[in-house]
Structures are given as C-alpha cells and as structure tokens.
C-alpha cells in the first residue's frame, strides 16, 4: 500500500554478499564405530552474492504497480573429497529465488490505501554425500 506515496517510475537494485567459512575439526566413525580416515574438508564455505531488483510504478489514477525479483537465500557449502565426514555431507547448496507481483491504490489520497500482491517461489536445493560401501557390505554379516 506504501507505493502509492511514489510518483513516477522508482527503481532499486542491490548485491548482498555472503562470504561463508566453515572449517571441519573433529573426528569421524564408520557404523561399527571405527574411526573414519580423511582430511578436514578443507574450506568448505563459499562467496555468493545476492541479487535484488525493485521497480515501482505510480500511475496518474492513483494505482501503482510494482514488480521485483529477489534470492532470499542463497548458500553453499563444499568439502573436498576424502575428507572424514564424507559419510555425512559432501555438498550442500540451497538456492531460492522470489518473484513478487504487487498493486496499491488510493481509497482516500493521504490517508488510506490498500495494496495486494502475489510472490512465486522457487528453489533448488542439492545435498550429497558419499556411501560407506566398506561398512555396508562388511559390517553387518
């Protein structure tokens, strides 16, 4: 409903960026409770940046329009291969991206104004991991 207070065309658009670190110290263990061999992962944190674009529109019959598309979330984590948690994480990206639809009108210039919009979301989300086919195939007879 706010966008009624604009006049004309406004427009808006931003980076946000995350620089994620995320470090392993620790240890791993097989089903059978054997500890696991393997590194720490390495860095497994990631630079993303995240987008968002904005544009309202003021018409000169007191209705605004508005349009914008944003990533809400965005993250990744890698580790490297071998690494001791392997069994547990190996990739995990999460990535999610709006985009809205809104109007406002005028019921009373200055004082009153109603607005309604619609957001359709999407995500694509991956998350692996290695299998322990060692354990698998040996430690349950």
Known sequence: ATM?????????????????SAEF???????????LTGGNGGQAGDTTPVPALSV????DNGLALGAMVSVPFGLKTEYEP????????????AQIVDVTFSAAIDVIPDHLSV????????AD???????????????NP
């Not at 009624?4 to 980076?15: R, S, W, Y």
């Open 25 to 35: 110290q620790g240890e791993g263990y097989d089903l059978i409770g054997q500890p």
């Open 82 to 93: 071998g690494w001791v948690g392997r069994y547990y994480a190996a990739t995990s990206e």
């Open 115 to 122: 607005g309604i919009g619609a957001i359709y979301s999407s």
């Open 56 to 59: 309202v529109h003021k018409l």
């Open 4 to 20: 009624t207070q604009f006049e004309g065309t406004t427009m808006q658009a931003d980076v946000t960026v995350i620089d994620l």
């Open 125 to 139: 989300v991956t998350l692996s991991k290695a299998v322990d086919f060692g354990t698998l195939l040996f430690g």
